[in-house]
């Protein structure tokens, strides 16, 4: 059974840092677009940032952009959100994804709890 394993997440200060660790297994780690959603309490899930499968393009909210950086080790089945000048909005169960369309399939973690609070 393919399964995405995310960790990091926590508590933080306002102003301080995170980085966030998804580990892919069973499936082709390096064929898929690889994704950081957030869902805060009483709010939709959104995208925060992506990156495509060999690294070489990313994409990011307007609300992270500057802040937080997506970034692969396909070596290493990994996928990394990095996290910087957290502010309280911020705080969010965050979910990684990948998506591979040629094979149809659409892969989520089980999200991990971003808390940022004095």
């Known amino acids: 059974q393919v399964q995405l394993v995310e960790s990091g997440g926590g508590l933080v200060q306002p102003g301080g840092s995170l980085m966030l660790s998804c580990t892919a297994s069973?499936?082709?780690?390096?064929?898929?677009?690889m994704s950081w959603y957030r869902q805060a309490p009483g709010k939709e899930r959104e995208l925060v940032a992506g990156i495509t499968s060999n690294g070489g393009s990313t994409n990011y909210a307007d609300s992270v952009k500057g802040r937080f950086t997506i970034s692969r080790d396909n070596a290493k089945n990994t996928v990394y959100l990095q996290m910087n000048s957290l502010k309280p909005e911020d705080t969010a169960v965050y979910y990684c994804?990948?998506?591979?369309?040629?094979?149809?399939?659409?892969?989520w973690g089980q999200g991990t709890q971003v808390t940022v609070s004095s």
């Open positions: 069973r499936f082709t780690f390096s064929s898929y677009v």
């Open positions: 994804n990948g998506v591979n369309n040629y094979l149809r399939r659409n892969v």
